[in-house]
Structures are given as C-alpha cells and as structure tokens.
C-alpha cells in the first residue's frame, strides 16, 4: 500500500512542483501516472522512493511513514524498491548478467545465487539469450528491458518506472508494457509514468497531474 496524505513539494523556495496530493494506491495495482510535461510526476515518484523529500504531508509505503525515516535507513527502503528512472543507465563495461546481477551481489548475495535469479529475471522480460551481450550491442528496448530486470532482481513488492517507453517504439514499448504487466499479475504494485495515452487503458488505475495538483479524473480503468 502506497498512502500520500496532503503531499507539497516545492523545490528551493519556487513555485509548488506538488501540491495537497492524496491518494492511496491498494497492493498489486497497475497504476499510470498520467500529465503534461512539468506537471510532477518524476517528483511524485522520486519521493516514493526517498530521492525527494516533500515539504510538507506523509508518504506511508507499507504502514511505514517514508517522510520521517533517517537518511541512513534510506538504502533499506530503496532496496524494497525496483527503480527504473529516466537517468539510469546500465554500465556498458560489464555483460548484461553483471549489470543484471549487480544489486544482488552488493547486498551481499553469493555469486551462485545472484547468477540464478539474474538468469531469471532476463527469462522474465524474454531477453535470457542476451545475458553474455554487452548493453551496446542491444537496441533501446532490450536495453530498457535489462534495466526493468535489473529493477526486480531483488524482487521488489513495489515497482516505479519513470517514463520506461520514452523514446521507443511501439513493438518495443509494448514488450516493456507486457513485461510489467507480468509483475502485476505476480502481486507486484507497478507505478508507472508515461505521456503515452495509448497506454492509459491497460492500467487499473489512472492518476493524472496537472501543474502539480491531482485532477478529479482518479478512476478505475480496468
Ligand atoms: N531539482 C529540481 N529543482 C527545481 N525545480 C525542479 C526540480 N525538479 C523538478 N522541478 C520542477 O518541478 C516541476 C515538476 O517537475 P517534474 O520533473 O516532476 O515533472 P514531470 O511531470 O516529470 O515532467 P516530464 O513529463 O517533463 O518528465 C517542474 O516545474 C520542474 O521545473
Ligand atoms: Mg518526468
């Protein structure tokens, strides 16, 4: 479960990037996350995942109120999380396993184990005969693609994607969309941003944002 209470967030003093946002989002939702350039949605997920703290109101991910932890306990919340942000990119020196497996092994999983479920996550995103290809060799989408099996790898309740077909095409966009759908159908939550409107009717729920504020349109699509 994913609770925003009366979230603000205003970067240095400026204008409000959100503002008075409530919502809560039950587990296993598909929820798209839907607005015009500008109008907050990185903010919205980056808060989600401790990257941005709000001015003002609560974020409560899982009964834990994520506003007041300690930036020490940050880490233990991200690791909760499977991440794909826009600025994320894969290290292009190491095989797609290795990039793949990385978040296991630096928390400290043997090598035997980080290799098996990397192994299965590229099964799970349909790129398992990729996994000794280097990111270059790989077109966008299956790049995308790794990063979304690098996201949940460690096997996240909680998946936030920032704008994870921007700059694909619509074959690829859609393996993307059908991949985190399968996690969906796994019990996983997926958040995900997107100005693709052709993308809005696949998801359970629709939050829109405009200027920073949540526009009445909240619905259930599915
Ligand atoms: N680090 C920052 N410092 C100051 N202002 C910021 C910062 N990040 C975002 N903003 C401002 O907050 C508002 C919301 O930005 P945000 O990136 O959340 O929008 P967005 O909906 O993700 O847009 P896009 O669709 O273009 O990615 C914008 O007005 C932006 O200029
Ligand atoms: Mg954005």
Redesign the pocket.
């Known amino acids: 479960m994913i609770e925003f209470e009366n979230v603000s967030k205003q ?2 003093q ?2 409000y ?1 959100l503002q008075d946002i409530s919502f809560s989002i039950p587990d296993g939702e598909l929820v798209f996350l839907a ?10 997920l980056k808060m989600i995942a401790g990257i941005e703290k709000p001015s003002s109101g609560r974020i409560i991910v899982n009964g834990q109120d994520i506003t007041r932890l300690r930036a020490g306990s940050i880490p233990y919340l991200r690791r909760k999380l499977g991440l794909i942000l826009q600025d994320q990119h894969l290290l292009n020196d190491r095989s797609v396993l290795a990039n793949v497996m990385l978040p296991l092994i630096v928390t400290g999983a043997s090598s035997a184990e980080a290799d098996g479920r990397a192994r299965a996550a590229l099964e799970k995103v349909g790129l398992a005969d990729k996994a000794s290809a280097y990111p270059l060799e790989l077109s966008g989408g299956e790049q995308q693609r790794i990063a979304i099996a690098r996201a949940i790898v460690n096997r996240p309740k909680i998946i936030l994607a ?2 994870p077909t921007a700059f694909l095409d619509r074959d690829n966009a859609n393996k993307v969309l059908n991949a985190l759908k399968a996690f969906r159908s796994a019990g996983v939550t997926c958040l995900i ?1 997107s ?1 693709d409107e052709q993308f809005l009717d696949q998801a359970s729920r629709v939050i829109y ?1 405009q200027q ?1 504020r949540l526009t009445d349109n909240w619905h259930d699509a599915a």
Request: no cysteine; net charge negative.
């Open positions: 970067y240095n400026g204008g990037a607005g015009p350039s500008g109008a907050g949605k990185s903010t919205l920032d704008e941003s100005h944002l920073g």
